[in-house]
């Protein structure tokens, strides 16, 4: 059985050390999720609301979807490839992802779990 494992780093940009400028700290939220038949890893993600995320998504097989319905987000994965996505959680609370590019039999249980942390 493989734990979900969470996977949010929090990266100050170095640039932005140097201005100081507290209204203006650029944190970004770097997460990498791989996705193949039939799974997403991590498939557990904490992610901080308001703080912008950048989210690479690498498929290491076939082409694959990725959606979170209720923030609106969703992407292709091609086959073999990454695709980042970018987006900022505007609410907390626990969302559903998944898989909406049908991958095969156990396509319908490809799915996560996002908790956006207020
Ligand atoms: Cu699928």
Redesign the pocket.
Known sequence: MRFPRTAAVVALIAGELATSSPAHTAVEQQIHLTAR??EYSPNQITLKEGTPVVLEIRSLDRK??FSIPELGVRADVPAGKSVVVRFTPAKAGTFHFH??????SG?EG?EGTIVVEG
Do not use: E, L, P, T
């Open positions: 038949k039939f694959h979807g898989c909406d590019v049908f991958c095969g396509h490809m």
